[in-house]
């Protein structure tokens, strides 16, 4: 697949209903991922696999995931730059 086509694929993906979670997914992908590595990107995949439920908590920091990775990309996110 193309970086183009990829690219498309994984915007479409960040849409998740939700307007917060989407201007968060979408400041990762157009800040963070041109130059994260392959385990990073790896970890945004599984994050955006997750129900927005779920995200919704973990980016307003009312729970935590419970595993490491997951938890320290959610936190790069919300660090990023506006």
């Known amino acids: 697949m193309s970086d183009d086509a990829e690219l498309r694929r994984l915007r479409w ?3 998740r209903g939700m307007r917060e979670l989407d201007q968060l997914m979408l ?3 157009d800040g963070r ?3 994260a590595d392959d385990a990073e990107r790896g970890v945004f995949l599984r994050l955006l696999d997750t129900e927005d439920d779920k995200l919704w908590r973990w980016f307003m920091g ?5 595993e490491a990775d997951l ?3 959610v936190h790069r996110i919300l660090d990023l730059p506006h």
Do not use: V
């Open 62 to 66: 009312r729970e935590t995931p419970q």
């Open 13 to 15: 993906r960040c849409r």
């Open 33 to 35: 991922w041109p130059a």
């Open 27 to 29: 400041r990762y992908l």
């Open 71 to 73: 938890d320290a990309l």
